[in-house]
């Protein structure tokens, strides 16, 4: 259970303090390239935690491939369907330690991750994985092209 969680969450990096529901506030001239790729990562995560599909298929590329240790590459498609299956509400996610960098057109975002779902028994599972997002400037914004995670075990 908990890895399908990690699965639909290692997108997010998770500082969900920060709602960016319209792509067009990743490209705003005021910001750095940082800050861009920053804010569409938050926007993963928001659109996640909520499972806000319609959201999140604007924020991935159409070639995007998402791939958990251990585990065969997903596409966007499947990806999409592997969000809405989270058997319970998603209370919270957080990143500690969340940095990204730009190379031109390319951006890598990393760090940990910590997801706290309420069960449908009431009972709370908390995931923790570390990520390394990659991000491709496309069309005036940050899409993402590729996701990775690995999952941790609960301490």
């Known amino acids: ?14 500082l969900c303090t920060y709602m960016f529901s319209t792509p ?14 920053l804010a569409a990562e938050r926007a993963l995560f928001e659109a996640i935690k909520n499972i806000d599909t319609v959201a999140l298929s604007k924020l991935l590329a159409d070639d995007f491939l998402f791939r958990n240790a251990g585990d065969a590459s997903v596409g966007k498609s499947d990806f999409l369907k592997t969000v809405t299956l989270v058997d319970g509400t998603i209370l919270s996610v ?22 706290v779902v309420r ?9 923790l994985g570390i990520f390394t997002d990659v991000f491709a400037h496309r069309g005036g914004k940050w899409l993402l092209v590729f996701a990775h995670n690995i999952d941790l075990p609960n301490q």
């Open 1 to 14: 259970m908990i890895s399908h969680l990690l699965k639909a969450i290692a997108v997010m990096g998770f």
């Open 24 to 37: 067009s506030m990743f490209s705003t001239p005021s910001n750095t390239p940082t800050q861009e790729v």
């Open 94 to 115: 957080s990143s500690d330690n969340m940095s990204a960098q730009t190379y031109g057109e390319v951006a890598i975002v990393s760090g940990t991750q910590k997801a």
């Open 119 to 127: 069960m449908r028994d009431n009972s709370e599972v908390t995931g």
